[in-house]
């Protein structure tokens, strides 16, 4: 018996999530002096500069002590910048941590869980690892002004007795796709009662389009909302592994009795508790990010190629040939970008809107690997 067939018959079905490449390791393989990350849709303006004072400041005499488990000073402040009750909310090891515990707390074997066909990879993952059947409901067409978005009427259609769970991630990771308020609105009041549905903002704080709904403001919609949310993305603490998930306080409580008791540490407690105050930070970024991002979806434009409209900090681009000898030629000059084969979009790369310098530095690799001979 192989060892595999020891895993619970989920698990056997999974395969690990593909974290993309760590730049260090592969810039010592490739001989490179440095590289250029855009893989992984972090953020290069970085944290708050209040955050970056703070953790300095530290001598790390803590170290020794268990964090707060109840993290009381990071939900008040959360709970303040939300306007919500502090008990509403659940702290993960990223907010992947809290996909994952959604699932583990209220998906049993044999439940569906519905989701997008693009949707976030953690979707399937999550629901394979509890045993649950993932059901991924066909998306969009790619020539609609939601390209490869969710089709809210056929996740509609795909729920029953059995779904117990919903993803959706708004926008979209990897498409860039979002659901407009009066879209999500009229797809949560079809949601039935017995199911929990998560709406995943990891890219919350990136967006700027009025019709993109803060989905904290459609929770009275439905019972069993949670919003997930990150300290990785637009708060620039990627490192620090800390998310954050807010749902009726009720729902929190249950999530309280599987997560894992001191899952987020002392110093990212202490840095989340800065950043999410400093809310001008989160919006000087937002803006420079809206402002790359329409750069650089224009500069891909003009190389002929389809760019997904995007909400985040990253755009879908599909060569329309097979795009794996562009990510290996882009590595080759130090670029990193996401290959998409995993989510069955082989002639599609997504790239992080990068700083405008790395953006440029993005371009004119581009242009040169399209001016190759890759055959
Ligand atoms: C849509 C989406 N949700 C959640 C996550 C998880 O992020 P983290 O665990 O760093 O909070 C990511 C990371 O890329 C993402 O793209």
Known sequence: MRIEQLAAPGVQKLSAYDPGYDPETIRQ???LP?????GSNENGYGPSPAVTTLLKKRDFADAIRYPDAGARKLKQAIAQRWNVDPNAVTLGNGSHELLVLIAET???PGDEVVFPQYGFAVFKLAALGSGAVPVQVATLPRDGNQPFGADPDAMAAALGPKTKLVYLANPNNPTGTWWDRTTLARFLVRVPKHT?????EAYREYVDEALVPDALSLADLHPHIVVTRTFSKAHGLAALRIGYAISNPALAAVLE?????FNVNLYAQAAATQAIADVAHVERVRA???AERARLTAGL?????????????FVLVDFGRPAKPIEDAL??????????GGYGLPTCLRITVGLPGENEELLTAVAAVLAEDLA
């Open 288 to 290: 420079a990010n809206a």
């Open 331 to 340: 590595l080759k000059r130090g670029v990193i970008v996401r290959p998409m």
């Open 106 to 108: 209220f998906v049993a």
């Open 257 to 261: 009795r599987t997560r894992l008791t």
């Open 196 to 200: 929990v549905i998560v709406i995943d």
């Open 34 to 38: 440095r590289m250029l990350e855009l």
């Open 29 to 31: 393989m490739l001989g």
């Open 301 to 313: 434009k003009e190389f002929g190629l389809f760019v997904f409209p995007s909400q985040g900090n």
